[in-house]
C-alpha cells in the first residue's frame, strides 16, 4: 500500500488569501486510490507520531466508501482569522455568502479582539458569533475576557479557551453554562482521544476528519463523548475539505454550521467548492489540473513529503490500517 501512495503523490503549495495560522501557503498532499482521491496534510512542523491519523485519514478516503448520506447541502460558517480594520473584515465576511454563523480568532490583545468582534457586529449584525481562542487564556483571562465579549452581545460558543483538561473543567464549572465551550485541541492532540474523558469540561466537541483519524474514527468518538459536534477542517485543499463534507452528510444531527468553507482562505484550490447561501453542496468532485500544475512544490521538497510518509506509515499508520483490515 505505501508504494501505491507514493507512486501517485503530488505536493502541491497553495497560496492563501490572508495570512492564517502563520502561514502565507498551505502545502497539501494528494494522492489517487481506489475509492478516490485523498489529501494527507499535517502541518510542516508536526513529527511522525501527530502524522498517523492524518495519514490514516487519507487511506480511508483513497479505499472506503463513506457510510450513507443524510443531506447533501452542509451548512458552514464563516471563519476570520485575526485581522484587524473594518474594510478588511467587511472583505473576508463577503467570501461567505448567506451563512449564519462566523467563527473569529482571539486570543491576542484583548482590545484587538474586541475591536474585531465590535466590528463583525455592526457588518453582520445578523451573524452568531463563535470565537477560537486556541487555549491561549489562563482560566482568570478567560473569564475576564468572555466577560467583556458577553457585554458586546451573545456568543453561540467559545472554542478551546484555555489549554488543559483541569483549567477547563474549572472554567466550565465557573460558566456554568452561561456560555458554551467546544474542545478542539483537547480532543484532537490527546495522546488517546477515545478515552479522555471530557465529561464537565466541554458542552461541544469539534470534528475535524483529517487530524481525527478518518470519517468512521470520528463518528466513534461523536458516540463516545455524547455532545453535539462541530465538523472543521484543518486549512486542507478542497479534496480534504470534501472528506470533511461527507463526514457532515452522515451524521445524524448536525446542529451547527460547520466550519468547512476554509477553502476561502486561499487564493487558488484544487477544485472549486462554492458557498451558495450559506451552504456548500456535495457533488462530485472535478479536479482543477491547472492549479495543481502550477503549484507542485520543488523536487526536494516532494523527496522531503515522501520521507515523511514513510516514516508515518511505520510510526503507526500501517498498524492502524492493517487493524481497519483496509486493502487497496
Ligand atoms: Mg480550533
Known amino acids: 500500500m505505501l508504494d501505491s501512495i507514493l507512486e501517485s503523490l503530488q505536493v502541491i503549495s497553495l497560496p492563501t488569501r490572508t ?58 460558517n464563516a471563519t476570520l482569522p485575526a485581522v484587524n480594520g473594518y474594510e478588511r473584515i467587511e472583505e473576508i465576511l463577503s467570501w461567505y ?32 458569533i463563535r470565537i477560537d481562542v486556541n487555549g491561549s487564556w489562563s482560566v ?42 467546544a474542545g478542539d485541541e483537547i480532543l484532537r492532540k490527546s495522546a488517546s482521544p477515545m478515552t479522555v474523558d471530557l465529561r464537565d469540561v466541554v458542552d461541544i466537541v469539534m470534528l ?20 453535539p459536534v462541530v ?16 463526514l457532515a452528510a452522515t451524521l445524524e444531527k448536525l446542529p451547527y454550521a460547520c466550519g468547512l468553507a476554509t477553502g476561502n482562505l486561499l487564493s487558488a484550490d484544487v477544485a472549486h467548492l462554492p458557498v451558495i447561501d450559506g451552504c456548500i453542496e456535495i457533488a462530485p468532485m472535478e479536479l482543477d489540473h ?17 520521507e515523511r510518509i514513510r516514516n508515518t506509515w511505520v510510526s503507526g499508520a500501517q498498524d492502524w490500517v492493517l487493524q481497519e483490515g483496509w486493502i487497496w
Open 19 to 76: 495570512n492564517f495560522r502563520s502561514v502565507t501557503s498551505r502545502e497539501v498532499a494528494i494522492f489517487e486510490g481506489p475509492a478516490g482521491w485523498a489529501e494527507s496534510s499535517p502541518f510542516l512542523e508536526y513529527d511522525a507520531k501527530e502524522c498517523v491519523p492524518w495519514l490514516v485519514s487519507a487511506i480511508e478516503a483513497a479505499t472506503q466508501t463513506p457510510p450513507p448520506m443524510q443531506r447533501k447541502l452542509i451548512p458552514v
Open 97 to 128: 455568502p448567506g451563512c449564519q454563523s462566523v467563527k473569529i480568532k482571539v486570543g491576542g490583545e484583548l482590545s484587538d479582539d474586541l475591536k474585531r468582534i465590535s466590528d463583525v457586529r455592526s457588518i453582520a449584525p445578523q451573524m452568531k
Open 140 to 181: 482568570d483571562q478567560a473569564l475576564r475576557a468572555i466577560e467583556d465579549i458577553y457585554q458586546t452581545g451573545a456568543i453561540e460558543y467559545v472554542e478551546q479557551p484555555c489549554e488543559t483538561l483541569e483549567q477547563l473543567r474549572q472554567l466550565h464549572e465557573k460558566l456554568n453554562g452561561r456560555v458554551l465551550i
Open 208 to 227: 475535524k476528519v483529517a487530524p481525527l483519524g478518518g470519517i468512521s474514527r470520528s463518528i466513534q468518538l461523536a458516540k463516545k463523548h455524547g455532545v
Open 231 to 246: 465538523v472543521s477542517s484543518a486549512l486542507e485543499s478542497a479534496i480534504g475539505i470534501t472528506y470533511g463534507l461527507k
Open 290 to 306: 491547472g492549479v495543481i500544475a502550477k503549484n507542485r512544490v520543488s523536487p526536494e521538497q516532494l523527496v522531503f513529503w515522501k
